[in-house]
């Protein structure tokens, strides 16, 4: 089964950016369902942004629509999650998570990475 590694958090100040990455260690990752999920201290995991296999079409949370940008380069393996204009509410740990076609979970997960955004 795949595994996912996931870089490119950190520390960044409101309305600034962040390129986070997730890079698969086999496989080729088109053939899932890719997504980003954050988690907030106390709060639920939440559904970020996705790009759905067979043709990897982008879906927005509302939260971000706008202002994140994911996309996929299949010649590296690697999905990545541009965030712009970033707001203090956007500090979460973020996941990187797959599924195959016709599954409703996500069936793999990276370890997350963290962001925080300061004022």
């Known amino acids: 089964q795949v595994q996912l590694v996931e870089s490119g958090g950190g520390l960044v100040q409101a309305g600034g950016s962040l390129n986070l990455s997730c890079t698969g260690s086999t496989g080729t990752l088109d053939t899932y369902s890719m997504g980003w999920l954050r988690q907030a201290p106390g709060k639920e995991r939440e559904f970020v942004a996705s790009l759905v296999s067979g043709g990897w079409r982008p879906v927005y949370a509302d939260s971000v629509k706008g202002r994140f940008i994911i996309s996929g380069d299949n010649a590296k393996n690697t999905v990545y999650l541009l965030m712009n204009s970033l707001k203090l509410e956007d500090t979460a740990v973020y996941y990187c998570?797959?599924?195959?076609?016709?599954?409703?979970?996500?069936?793999?997960w990276g370890q997350g990475t963290q962001v925080t955004v300061a004022s």
């Open positions: 998570a797959g599924r195959r076609p016709g599954r409703v979970e996500y069936e793999v």
